[in-house]
């Protein structure tokens, strides 16, 4: 049996200054290279192994490390091995869109909706994840940027990104 996405809230920034959510990452569910900058992100692995990529640096983290992703920093992370990792993920300060971005992705893969790295199959799921999770492209993938943008900006306007929340987040 395929395991499934969890993902637990267990502090919201809608009453309190961190959002901190604990989730799995399944083998093989990877980010590209990216970074955010409303928030620093911290990391702690409470079971498996996590690749994650910092800077300039490319870490293996195993069950205990931290590792803490200051805001405008670049950074992935990839679960290359054939086990889950189930991380704690802090942000400070919280954020309620990145929340509500990690239970929609969660959502979308639990519905098959999501392709085995974890990224969205259609494109405007895509660009809402990517919208609302605050997350800034790298390199050449910077130019669709806006592209993203405009797309998630429509989706809300049309009401599309309600009907995720009221499906996953609620």
Not at 10 to 16: D, F, K, L, T, V
Not at 33 to 54: A, R
Request: with cysteine; aromatic share 10%; glycine share 8%.
């Amino acid at each position: 049996m395929k395991k499934q996405g969890y993902i637990k809230l267990i502090s919201s920034a809608g009453n309190n200054k961190f959002s901190n959510i604990e989730l799995n990452i399944l083998p093989g569910e990877k980010t590209p290279w990216h970074y955010h900058n409303l928030f620093s992100e911290t990391f702690e692995v409470l079971k498996g192994t996590l690749k994650v990529g910092k800077g300039k640096d490319i870490r293996h983290l195993i069950e205990g490390d931290i590792v803490t992703i200051e805001p405008n920093e670049k950074h992935f992370y990839h679960n290359i091995s054939s086990d889950e990792c189930i991380i704690k993920v802090n942000l400070d300060p919280g954020n309620k869109n990145f929340e509500n971005a990690l239970f929609i992705l969660k959502g979308l893969a639990k519905d098959g909706l999501a392709s085995a790295a974890g990224t969205p199959r259609k494109f405007t799921d895509l660009t809402l994840f990517v919208y609302l999770s605050n997350s800034r492209m790298i390199g050449s993938q910077k130019i669709a940027e806006p592209v993203f943008n405009f797309f998630a900006k429509m989706a809300i306007r049309k009401g599309y990104l309600n009907k995720l929340i009221k499906k996953y987040c609620e």
